[in-house]
């Protein structure tokens, strides 16, 4: 991926995303590095489960990409990736960053567009928790994948101990109410926080087999809870040893300690 450099002409969807650039891509910690050990630790999960379940050449459709770095790296493993982002400007920021592979762009609104083929994988990290009805969001993605192939989903965990300020999916009769608030982005843009025993039946109804949920990013790697004073001192090596040691922790203390989780879908062949 090529590394740029703020220009002052840039668009301003250009400029703002850049920020975000500048701590997950290109190591600028500064002050947060809950955020960027977080993402780290998100992106590892994705690329490594991803690289588990496809084939060189596999084409893989990468939902509101947005900067394009999950986009870019896929490509650069030797997937054929698709863009696909509400914002049409980001298309070009994207393209500076690429150095190699085959990236095709789809901007829009994913529940609009046609594609010409089907996927071997759909990638949406970050985004179901910003949509009022993540049942059809899932069930439509299912419309998208090839009989066999995969989703991959990363979002925050509902059960996390500080994540209890949103409703439950499954317990919320009006989801409705939320259809002008959604897609909007940051932690402002959620709506529901899914949980992991709701999994199983969204998948279900999408016409989709639940391989994995996997949980992940402790409170001291994410800094919560004054604990990004703690990662100013402690050796990046020693926080991800330990949040690899949470993460073999059984599932009704993991889910409650983790913040966000992976999950791998299939569909029926």
């Not at 790296?73 to 863009?83: D, I, S």
């Not at 009805?133 to 990363?154: C, M, N, Q, Y």
Request: charge should be positive; aromatic fraction near 12%.
């Amino acid at each position: 991926m090529k590394r740029i450099y703020k220009q002052d002409d840039w668009k301003k969807t250009w400029k703002d995303i850049y920020r975000y650039d500048l701590i997950e891509v290109y190591d600028h910690i500064g002050k947060d590095r809950g955020y960027i050990y977080s993402y780290q630790n998100r992106r590892n999960h994705v690329l490594s489960l991803i690289n588990s379940i496809a084939n060189p050449g596999d084409k893989i459709l990468d939902v509101a990409g947005a900067s394009g770095n999950f986009t870019l790296k896929l490509a650069e493993m030797g997937y054929e990736v698709t863009w696909n982002d509400m914002f049409p400007d980001l298309a070009e920021y994207v393209e500076m960053k690429r150095e190699k592979g085959i990236v095709k762009y789809k901007p829009g609104n994913v529940f609009e567009l046609e594609f010409e083929n089907l996927f071997d994988v759909i990638l949406a990290t970050e985004i179901i928790e910003h949509v009022a009805h993540p049942d059809e969001f899932l069930r439509h993605l299912a419309t998208l994948v090839k009989p066999g192939g995969h989703i991959v989903l990363s979002t925050p965990l509902g059960s996390y101990f500080q994540n209890t300020r949103l409703p439950k999916f499954s317990e919320f009769k009006n989801p409705e109410i939320f259809e002008s608030k959604q897609f909007k982005p940051n932690s402002n843009g959620h709506i529901f926080l899914l949980h992991v025993d709701e999994i199983p039946k969204l998948a279900e109804q999408a016409g989709l087999e639940l391989i994995s949920a996997k949980y992940y990013t402790n409170p001291l790697t994410h800094g919560h809870m004054k604990m990004n004073l703690l990662l100013k001192i402690l050796p990046k090596k020693l926080v991800f040893g330990i949040e690899k040691i949470t993460q073999k922790l059984p599932l009704f203390i993991g889910k409650r300690i983790h913040d966000n989780f992976c999950i791998l879908l299939k569909k029926s062949a």
